[in-house]
């Protein structure tokens, strides 16, 4: 069975500082998706960023990137220039390409943005 | 564009009494999934819907869990007699199919069983 490890129950950064939190997940496929999600306090989890395994470029979006290490089975999250509203929990999820439609999650990292 | 909503927000209940949760997906998106999330936990996966089909069920899901999605649009989740450890929250999430593999969530129904 898949799993995802989340290493760092709780992180902290100052504001307009650089963050990176880390996940490690088990697979024996080869062709599977990766997601960062966002859930604030008491508010909605949203989607940060994903990565699809067959492509080599690590995804981007605006302040924030992934390092995606395939033979490590590493998938780091770098957010950069951090804002006061990035301070949420922030979950890793593993999803097979075909067949498993279900989202496997870690248990999470709490984000404290210090002003 | 309207968001994954769910229905109620929050749910207070007495041990052994039932409840049914709403869920109504983006519109266009003909996969629902149904997520129970925990304190301190990340999501754990418990059963999805392509249309109106039931593709697959989580062995966390008991007897006393029924799901629906009658119309392939909105869905009902129902816990029968409930029990403590029923607590939690419950997230829907859906997607619009192979290919678009990105799952949107709706904030959650937040049971509490005293």
């Known amino acids: 069975a898949q799993t995802v490890t989340q290493s760092q129950p709780e992180m902290s950064v100052q504001e307009a500082e650089t963050v990176t939190l880390s996940c490690t997940y088990d697979?024996?496929?080869?062709?599977?998706?990766l997601f960062w999600y966002k859930q604030p306090p008491s508010r909605q989890m949203i989607l940060v960023i994903r990565q699809e395994a067959y492509k080599q470029q690590n995804a981007t979006e605006n302040r924030f990137s992934v390092n995606f290490q395939k033979a490590a089975k590493s998938f780091s999250l770098k957010i950069s220039d951090s804002q006061l509203g990035d301070a949420a929990m922030y979950f890793c999820?593993?999803?097979?390409?075909?067949?498993?439609?279900?989202?496997?999650f870690g248990t999470g990292t709490r984000l404290t943005i210090i002003p | 564009d309207t968001g994954v909503s769910q229905d109620p927000r929050h749910k207070i209940t007495k041990r052994g009494q039932n409840v049914t949760f709403r869920c109504d997906p983006i519109s266009e998106h003909n996969r629902l999934y149904w997520y129970r999330q925990t304190l301190g936990q990340g999501p754990e996966f418990l059963t999805y819907f392509q249309n109106e089909a039931q593709l697959e069920k989580s062995r966390l899901l008991s007897d006393r869990f029924s799901a629906e999605r009658p119309k392939g649009s909105f869905s009902t989740l129902e816990i029968q007699r409930t029990e403590q450890g029923d607590s939690a929250m419950y997230l829907c999430a859906s997607s619009f199919g192979q290919g678009q593999e990105t799952q949107y969530f709706g904030p959650g129904t937040r049971l509490l069983v005293l």
């Open positions: 999820a593993y999803k097979e390409d075909f067949g498993n439609e279900k989202l496997t």
């Open positions: 697979t024996s496929e080869s062709d599977y998706y």
